[in-house]
Nanobody, 119 residues
Framework: QLQLVESGGGLVQPGGSLRLSCAVSGRTFSRSTMGWFRQAPGKERAIVASINWNSGSIYYADSVKDRFTISRDNAKNTVDLQMNSLKPEDTAVYYC????????????WGQGTQVTVSS
């Protein structure tokens, strides 16, 4: 089982930037697909971006394409989400999650970090 801890959330004005980081402990990190999800009040949790074990396959939700960048460092066991040109609709709790090699679902989750975009 992997343990995930997110950091970097906060309050930012529209058009601003934030960088979220997820520190992961556990031996299977380097072989896991990592994802960032978010859940806004009254809405279901949805995937924002994902990155496979060697960064060779990256996915972005349409709503964040060209604004967000996901990256990982397998030597440091971290996965980051750089968020630029933030909009009020990006306000949500952001979660880091891991999908182990060969698994169909994300089984390990962080506790979440709040991102609020407001003037």
């Amino acid at each position: 089982q992997l343990q995930l801890v997110e950091s970097g959330g906060g309050l930012v004005q529209p058009g601003g930037s934030l960088r979220l980081s997820c520190a992961v402990s556990g031996r299977t990190f380097s072989r896991s697909t990592m994802g960032w999800f978010r859940q806004a009040p009254g809405k279901e949790r949805a995937i924002v971006a994902s990155i496979n074990w060697n960064s060779g396959s990256i996915y972005y939700a349409d709503s964040v394409k060209d604004r967000f960048t996901i990256s990982r460092d397998n030597a440091k066991n971290t996965v980051d989400l750089q968020m630029n040109s933030l909009k009020p609709e990006d306000t949500a709790v952001y979660y880091c999650a891991a999908r182990r090699f060969g698994a169909l679902q994300y089984a390990d989750w962080g506790q979440g970090t709040q991102v609020t975009v407001s003037s």
